[in-house]
């Protein structure tokens, strides 16, 4: 399967936020990062979905088997499925529910607990994954405008900023109304 997602994105010599957003100003660097984030996680996720249009797979349900084939060859619960998902809203169960309808999974009660269900990944699954991986490879190769050391550094950074210290959470929020 020949397939090039890179050409796709070519259009943009010059790629900035300003430009990509026809913003040019923002009210602070923070917001811009936060805007930045944002953006680029759609742009991404926007590739990625040209990746798994052949296979009939949504970015959710590759997430799921990429876990359920971490833990291969041990079954996995739905609730530890939930607990390793990169998208939290995802409804786990329904993404099974698909993916046992493609073959790519089977379920069965769990003998230890007869209220969870285990998944385990089937081989046509394992099969899905190996090509995908081989995309992804490609693609990740072609979408590099960072050298190792950069992307290593853009990891930490994002890693730095979800530490629990530099997360103000929205309930710990006041507007000032006193004018």
Same mark, same amino acid.
Request: with cysteine; aromatic share 4%; glycine share 0%.
């Given at each position: 399967m020949t397939f090039n997602v890179y050409t796709l994105y070519l259009h943009h010599t &010059?790629?900035?936020l300003e430009n990509d @957003? +026809?913003?040019p100003n923002f009210k602070s660097p923070y917001s811009k990062v936060i805007v930045n984030i944002i953006y680029t996680n759609n742009w991404l996720q926007s590739l990625q979905v040209e &990746?798994? +249009?052949p296979f009939d797979l949504t970015l959710q349900q590759y997430n799921v088997l990429r876990i359920l084939r971490g833990q291969y060859p041990k079954p996995t619960t739905v609730i530890a *499925? @939930?607990?390793r998902m990169l998208d939290k809203m995802s409804n786990a169960s329904r993404l099974v529910d698909k993916l046992l309808a493609k073959e790519? /999974? *089977?379920r069965k009660l769990?003998?230890?607990d007869r209220r969870a269900v285990d998944v385990i990944i089937t081989e046509k699954g394992m099969n899905v994954l190996a090509e995908i991986d081989l995309l992804q490879s490609q693609w990740e190769v072609k979408l590099h405008g960072l050298d190792e050391s950069e992307a290593l550094q853009l990891s930490n950074l994002l890693d730095k900023l979800r530490q629990p210290k530099a997360i103000c959470l929205p309930s710990e929020l006041? /507007?000032?109304n006193n004018k």
């Open positions: &010059i790629m900035s @957003i +026809k913003q &990746i798994f +249009k *499925i @939930i607990e790519l /999974v *089977i769990c003998p230890h006041t /507007v000032n």
